[in-house]
């Protein structure tokens, strides 16, 4: 047994997954037994020089960034609108922005040339490119609105989720992009068993971060496959949420105070 970096609380063995690429062989997933969430005990246990060499070559095999791999990418022309839709209606202020593990910087080349929006750049496995971050320069400010797409399920030990919401300014907004279920499934053919995929997280989970770090209430944008985590009063974000969805005519956004359990 071993303790779920979420809520501390006792984990145990759920299931097996023999991987044949990267090394990998056999590897365990424990469940919480108070909040569900999952994890690889085998990716927790790597050093971190394994862990870092893991994800550069599983990135450089599939995330070529000449070539369509809609299999593996988040949509981000919808994750953009989506965004554009906030930024317009006074949801998200028109600060600095940071896209935390922003891979080759493909969705702010989309922010920029499709909708005028600027933002910094930092990825950990990536060369440095336009407007990218270093670590320290990350580290140095705070950020109206921070962006992750597809990184809460990398995360091999709870200071790296600290880590990218302290980034948040007081009356800013965290926005990721991940697969939230209220149960993982038992299921060594998961569809969302990747190599470089070690944490899964469940509505309980979510809802339990949410109020450590400080989060009042959230929105889930279905298109976009996006949560918006915000520190302002849910009254005035449920308000904004309401006008918007009768304007576009669609629940375009959900809203919950705490954490929208849109996936059961």
Known sequence: ????????????????????????????????????????????????????????TYHTDFDDPNIVNSANSPPYLMQAAMLDVLLKNKLVKPDEWLDWGSGYGRFAGILEKYFSINIYNYDKYMPPQKNFLSEREVSDRKYSVVINSAVFEHVTDRRYLDEISALVSDDGCLIFHTVVCETVPQDPDWFYLLPVHCAFHTNKSMG?????????????????????????????????????????????????????????
């Not at 690429?21 to 919480?32: Q, R, W």
């Not at 450590?212 to 959230?218: D, E, K, L, M, T």
């Not at 629940?251 to 059961?264: A, E, P, S």
Request: aromatic share 20%.
């Open 1 to 56: 047994m071993t303790n779920c970096f979420i809520c501390e609380q006792t984990s145990k063995f759920y299931f097996r997954k023999q991987f044949n690429e990267y090394g990998l062989g056999d590897v365990d997933y424990y469940k919480c037994t108070n909040c569900g969430f999952v994890f690889s005990k085998t990716h927790r246990d790597m050093d971190e020089k394994s862990w870092e060499e893991l994800n550069r």
């Open 208 to 264: 339990i971060l949410m109020e450590q770090w400080g989060y009042a209430c959230s929105i889930y944008c279905p298109t976009s496959k996006m949560w918006i985590l915000f520190k302002k009063k849910p009254q005035k974000v449920e308000e904004a949420v309401n006008l918007i969805n009768i304007e576009f005519q669609t629940d375009f956004l959900h809203f919950k105070t705490g954490f929208v359990d849109y996936w059961k």
